[in-house]
């Protein structure tokens, strides 16, 4: 069961570290306004941010779910030899 959990935590950060570091560079290409209108753009930052901080939960859910399915897989592997 250890090894299990490391495997879940394990590439729950690295879904993680994986968003945090692919997601601003999508927001900023799919969210930039195509002019400037000379407003306030603190409610546009404040949104794109609640995204980053969405899509980097996510990304550590699947990588959860990946090592789950990547241990579980390599457990009935090591039960059949």
Known sequence: ???VLNFV???GL???IVMAL??????SVL???PVS???NCEPAA????TKLHQSETVGVILGMIGGLVL???LKKRRERQ
């Open 9 to 11: 935590f394990g590439f």
């Open 37 to 39: 209108f000379g407003t």
């Open 71 to 73: 241990a579980t897989w």
């Open 14 to 16: 690295l879904g993680g």
């Open 22 to 27: 692919v997601t601003p560079f999508i927001i």
């Open 1 to 3: 069961m250890s090894r």
């Open 46 to 49: 404040a949104w794109s941010m």
């Open 31 to 33: 969210f930039t306004p």
